[in-house]
């Protein structure tokens, strides 16, 4: 391993685990396409089991953080990431029989929709004091299993949909649906690597200098997401318009090779 690719390894997972701490499962949709355009990656299959584990590892421990800061809905985010694991299971099945540059294609659709979704504003603050009933439980588990199978297909944490999917359902602001998006996006990625690991399809000591950078980048991000609170509109629209713009680059390698 190169010393080029072992910093920029480090560096590409710093940059995730920043995105991850300020803005929940979205922030993880970058992953894939550092792995494979800057740390060199060849297989777009095993960049997307690589970083579904770096991810996931990355989500868990920014999760803690954000818990400790209390902006988590543990109930809510339990049973949308408990009903979401079958899903995000088969999804990851199903794009292993995917070819490489097709699935890049289709990552670069879904990263679209990931900026449009964050460049919307939300139709009301949301409920800071949100509880869960059974009507919530009945609405968030549908919408966390269909949430799991897209996350597993592109192999990424699907906060993009996690989040508004939460806000929708539960009637939560924000900010407390980023953080408990981080649950989702944890068990959704283990599940997805694990599946891509059996097929031996994650590079596991680039996942762990991608994790290792994701550790300090995480722990600044976090702490970010609570001086951003004010602003946090006009931030996650900064980054949808970098999400768009990796989109088209996505989707150009992938036509033209």
């Not at 390894?9 to 991850?20: E, F, H, K, Y």
């Not at 209390?70 to 049973?79: D, F």
């Not at 939560?172 to 998006?181: E, I, P, V």
Request: with cysteine; hydrophobic share 60%; charged share 10%.
């Amino acid at each position: 391993m190169s010393t080029f690719t072992i910093v920029s390894a480090l560096m590409s997972g710093a940059l995730v685990g920043a995105l991850l701490g300020l803005f929940g499962g979205g922030g993880s949709v970058l992953a894939t396409p550092l792995l494979l355009y800057v740390v060199g990656i060849r297989d777009p299959h095993v960049a997307i089991g690589t970083s579904a584990a770096a991810v996931a590892v990355n989500a868990a421990m920014n999760l803690v953080g954000h818990g400790r800061g209390g902006r988590v809905k543990w109930p809510c985010a339990t049973v949308f990431a408990g009903a979401g694991l079958l899903g995000s299971f088969l999804g990851s099945s199903l794009a292993k029989a995917v070819d490489g540059q097709r699935l890049l294609l289709f990552f670069a659709f879904a990263m679209a929709a990931i900026a449009v979704s964050m460049l919307r504003r939300p139709k009301s603050e949301g409920d800071p004091e949100v509880r869960i009933t059974w009507p919530l439980i009945l609405k968030l588990a549908p919408v966390g299993v269909l949430t799991g199978l897209a996350a597993g297909f592109f192999g990424i944490g699907g906060g993009f949909l996690i989040v508004p999917g939460l806000m929708a359902a539960t009637g939560m602001t924000l900010a407390n649906a980023a953080a408990s998006s981080l649950l989702s996006v944890a068990l959704f990625g283990a599940a997805t690597s694990l599946n891509y690991a059996i097929s031996g399809l994650v590079d596991w000591p680039i996942a762990g200098l991608f994790i290792l950078g994701g550790l300090a980048g995480g722990a600044l991000g976090v702490r970010g997401a609570g001086a951003l609170a004010a602003r946090a509109l006009l931030a996650r629209r900064l980054f949808a318009s970098l999400v768009l713009a990796v989109a088209v680059y996505v989707a150009w390698r992938a036509t033209h090779g």
